[in-house]
């Protein structure tokens, strides 16, 4: 039901005021009830005259029926009906329209009950068939949603719904236009909006999700201790055809570890010393020695430095 326009008021009372003085004048000298019965005539043709009068919004059609005929549309803009013979069944709404439903504990093809929402946007293109060819029209495109939003999901696998949500939506749209089409209302589009699934089929996944990613991180490790192995292969090959590399590799292998610490045991079978080209176990204790000196030299310097730097404060 439209609301009282405004103007209507303003009209009833343009037409009521001199209805009523010409009453006055007429019927001055038939008495008081004469007055009131002209009065109450002025009333009714000013009621009638001002509820003929009907303005439609920009976005409106008004669908007028005559003695019970469709007789037109009318709108948008003012327009007049004639009273008691005419009536304006609807106010059929023109704009782009957005109704939302959802399908509650649905199952999926791989039996999977979910609940999904979804939101659906429409425009009325014939107003005489939205108006004729169905009860109410609006309810009408709620419950073909829900229908076809149960039907979809029945046919649908829940990977692919939560993954190809766009796919399900142009089937969505194809249902439902193919079924309101009939009623001169126009499917835009079909949006869902959520998939909800409960709440243990929710862990499980997560599970499986990091279990698949653990997966991946082994692979990824794998791959690259293959091609570590593969790099030492590469330089074992160089080692063997350069003798002198593989001396210097080994000699800067005993300086690191010589290096490292104050107190180093480092044991060399004699076996490796002689594949080395070290000499014997002499060559190894004498370079320790020299490492030893080093350090100590180290350790005598540093106090000196301090003393130093202390007198430089003073």
Same mark, same amino acid.
């Given at each position: 039901?439209?609301?009282?326009?405004?103007?209507?008021?303003?009209?009833?009372?343009?037409?009521?005021?001199?209805?009523?003085?010409?009453?006055?004048?007429?019927?001055?000298?038939?008495? !008081?009830?004469?007055? +009131?019965?002209?009065?109450?005539?002025?009333?009714?043709? $000013?009621?009638? =005259?001002? #509820?003929?009068? *009907? /303005?439609?919004?920009?976005?409106?059609?008004?669908?007028?029926?005559?003695?019970?005929?469709?007789?037109?549309?009318?709108?948008?803009?003012?327009?007049?009906?004639?009273?008691?013979?005419?009536?304006?069944?609807?106010?059929?709404?023109?704009?782009?329209?957005?109704?939302?439903?959802?399908?509650?504990?649905?199952?999926?093809?791989?039996?999977?009950?979910?609940?999904?929402?979804?939101?659906?946007?429409?425009?009325?293109?014939?107003?005489?068939?939205?108006?004729?060819?169905?009860?109410?029209?609006?309810?009408?495109?709620?419950?073909? !949603?829900?229908?076809? +939003?149960?039907?979809?999901?029945?046919?649908?696998?829940? $990977?692919?719904? =939560?993954? #190809?949500?766009? *796919? /399900?939506?142009?089937?969505?749209?194809?249902?439902?236009?193919?079924?309101?089409?009939?009623?001169?209302?126009?499917?835009?589009?079909?949006?869902?909006?959520?998939?909800?699934?409960?709440?243990?089929?929710?862990?499980?996944?997560?599970?499986?999700?990091?279990?698949?990613?653990?997966?991946?991180?082994?692979?990824?490790?794998?791959?690259?201790?293959?091609?570590?192995?593969?790099?030492?292969?590469?330089?074992?090959?160089?080692?063997?055809?350069?003798?002198?590399?593989?001396?210097?590799?080994?000699?800067?292998?005993?300086?690191?570890?010589?290096?490292?610490?104050?107190?180093?045991?480092?044991?060399?079978?004699?076996?490796?010393?002689?594949?080395?080209?070290?000499?014997?176990?002499?060559?190894?204790?004498?370079?320790?020695?020299?490492?030893?000196?080093?350090?100590?030299?180290?350790?005598?310097?540093?106090?000196?430095?301090?003393?130093?730097?202390?007198?430089?404060?003073?």
């Amino acid at each position: 039901m439209k609301e009282l326009n405004p103007l209507q008021i303003v009209l009833f009372f343009v037409l009521f005021a001199p209805l009523m003085y010409a009453g006055y004048v007429v019927f001055i000298g038939a008495g !008081s009830l004469a007055i +009131l019965w002209g009065a109450l005539a002025a009333l009714i043709i $000013a009621g009638l =005259l001002s #509820g003929s009068f *009907k /303005i439609a919004d920009q976005w409106e059609k008004a669908v007028v029926l005559r003695l019970g005929h469709f007789t037109g549309l009318r709108g948008p803009g003012p327009f007049f009906i004639i009273p008691f013979a005419d009536r304006v069944v609807y106010w059929i709404d023109l704009r782009l329209i957005t109704t939302s439903f959802k399908a509650e504990k649905t199952l999926t093809k791989d039996t999977v009950p979910v609940d999904v929402e979804a939101v659906l946007f429409w425009k009325v293109k014939d107003p005489e068939r939205a108006a004729l060819q169905v009860e109410d029209y609006r309810s009408a495109i709620s419950w073909a !949603s829900q229908t076809a +939003l149960r039907e979809v999901i029945g046919k649908s696998y829940l $990977a692919d719904m =939560l993954e #190809g949500r766009e *796919k /399900i939506d142009a089937e969505l749209q194809r249902i439902i236009d193919l079924r309101t089409e009939q009623w001169g209302v126009n499917v835009s589009s079909v949006e869902i909006r959520d998939v909800l699934i409960p709440a243990d089929l929710q862990n499980a996944m997560s599970m499986q999700a990091q279990a698949e990613r653990e997966r991946q991180a082994r692979v990824i490790l794998g791959d690259s201790e293959k091609q570590v192995a593969a790099k030492f292969e590469e330089a074992a090959r160089t080692y063997k055809h350069n003798p002198t590399a593989l001396h210097l590799r080994a000699m800067n292998m005993l300086y690191e570890g010589l290096k490292a610490g104050r107190s180093t045991l480092i044991l060399v079978p004699a076996s490796v010393l002689d594949t080395m080209s070290l000499g014997d176990t002499s060559g190894i204790v004498a370079l320790t020695k020299m490492m030893s000196e080093e350090k100590e030299q180290d350790d005598n310097r540093l106090p000196e430095d301090k003393t130093t730097v202390e007198s430089g404060k003073k």
